[in-house]
Structure formats: structure tokens, C-alpha cells
């Protein structure tokens, strides 16, 4: 099992010097770079700021799923999404960051399938009003979205197919009594107790509705902090489309090819924007975006940091 997870990191490790590779070698890396250094620093630190509130309000989200809500503050909530998007920033895979949360919302409740539950539907909702996004996009004909829009549409059915499985009592209680009877290692019984925490989405509705409204809302601010930034880069890029845009960047950056999805987020911003910004604009944005995502995200890397130091 070790081997096997020391292999597809090592593929993902060599994907992504691929995708860097990729974007020095067909980008004119001396324009990127003389148009970073010429950046409104201002306008620059007023992106990170809406990225940080964009950032904080995704764990503010997940708050709003975590039951037990007297051991774990938003304020915690916030700090610990925050410390896992940072090292997600650096991780080969996506799932890192909703183990880290897992790991230390489970310490805080004490319910380790409880957490990682609420991880899970968290995710969910996110992934469906990112696609909900996308296919808004393509109805509203966006040009760009044309090409892919049969593989947005099989993306929105199949997340909102997921969902409809996950919070059915029907579908996963069979499953969770089977699974209960699976003794080996305990694993059957630490997965039964997982599916069964799902429960309490399914009796609590309106906390899965008012997380989609926050996942657009958080989405909005990153957007319209990618656009800052835009425009702190000389790019005058356009607001609608920036906005709207960015969140479908944060949709195929969570694929988990590349580290930190570099490479994937560069094509995505060049596929999306280059008509408005030009390639190399494209590239700027993107690279500083990145950066301004760890920038956002170091606050939570402290927190977590000083967390373990006092365990």
C-alpha cells in the first residue's frame, strides 16, 4: 500500500514539473515576470483580503455542518480550514486537505466519523454549487464553457445524484448494517458509523441549503479577488467574467493531478481569460493568485501550528 501511494505521488511529482515546464516553455516567461514586478502592491493586498474572507467563510461552511457545536467555535473552524487549504497548497493531493480538517475537528469533538462527515458533505455542497456555476455559465452561453459543456452537465448530474444517495436513509442504512458486520480490523464498523452520521444532514436540511447559498457567496469573493489582483497587475481584466470564472479555475484545480495544482490552474485561467488579459496576463494572474491563496491560508498554518505545539 505505501509503494502504491509512493507511486502515484511520484506520477503527480512529475505531472506537475510537466505542467511548469509546460507553461515556461509555451509563455513568455520574461513578460510574466516584468508584469509582476511592475504590480499595484495595494490593489494586490486587496485581492489577498477578499481571498482571506473567501477562504473564511468556506469555514464558516463547514461550521455550519459540524454538529456538536459547543466543543468547536467558527473561529476554530475558520483557523483549521484555513491551516488545511495551506498545506493543500503544497500537498499531490486534493484529499490532503479534508484530512487534516478531519483529523482536527475529530481531536476537537472527540467523533472522528462524526468530522469527517461533516467533511465529506461539506465537499459535496461545495463540488455542487461549483458545477451549478459552470452550468449556469454555459446556459447563459459563455463561449469558452461551449466545448465542455456535455462534461459539465455529467458533472452537475452525477454530484447531484451523489448527494441525493448520501443524505437517503434507504440507500445507507442497508449498507451501514452490512458494513457493521464486517469485524476485520474494525474498519467495517468505523465506516458504518460514518454512513450513519449522515443522519443528521438528512434531518437537517436547511443547514445543506444555507451551505450552497455560502458556497456561492464564497466563490463570489475569491473571484472578486482574483480580480483585484487583476487589476493590481494592469490587466483590467473584466469583473463578470473574472468572477465567474475563477470559482470553474477552483473547480479543475481540485482534480488531483498536480501538486497545488500547478499547471492545471495556469490552463485554466489561459483557457478562460487569455482573450481578455492576454496569455501572459493569463499566467500572471495565475501565478499570483496561487500565492495569494497561501498568503490567505498562512494564518490557519500558524494556528495549527501553535495547536500541536501546546498538545
Known sequence: MKGRKLFTNLIKVLLTVAAIYWVFRTTDIKAVYHLILKMDVLLGLLGVLFIFLGLSLSGIRWWI??????????????????????????????????????????????????????????????????????????????????????????????????????????????????????????????????????????????????????SFIMQSLLGVGAYFIGRGLHLDPPFIKTVVYTPLVNLITMLPVTIGGVGIREGGFIYLLSHAVGKTGAVSLSILYYFGNILAASPGFLFIWLSDRKR
Open 65 to 214: 455542518f459540524l454538529p456538536y457545536k459547543d466543543k468547536i467555535s467558527p473561529f476554530r473552524a475558520v483557523f483549521i480550514t484555513l491551516g488545511a487549504l495551506f498545506y493543500g497548497m503544497f500537498l499531490p493531493a486534493g484529499a490532503g486537505v479534508d484530512a487534516i480538517r478531519g483529523y482536527y475537528a475529530g481531536l476537537e469533538i472527540n467523533s472522528h466519523s462524526t468530522s469527517f462527515a461533516s467533511v465529506f458533505i461539506d465537499r459535496m455542497v461545495g463540488f455542487l454549487a461549483l458545477t451549478t456555476i459552470a452550468v449556469i455559465g454555459v446556459l447563459l452561453g459563455s463561449k469558452p464553457l461551449q466545448p465542455i459543456a456535455p462534461l459539465i452537465f455529467v458533472g452537475f448530474v452525477l454530484t447531484f445524484f451523489a448527494s441525493v444517495v448520501i443524505l437517503s436513509r434507504r440507500l445507507r442504512h442497508p449498507v451501514a448494517r452490512l458494513l457493521g458486520r464486517v469485524h476485520l480490523w474494525g474498519v467495517g464498523d468505523k465506516l458504518a458509523r460514518f454512513l450513519m452520521a449522515f443522519d443528521h444532514y438528512r434531518d437537517n436540511p436547511g443547514k445543506v441549503g444555507v451551505g450552497f447559498v455560502v
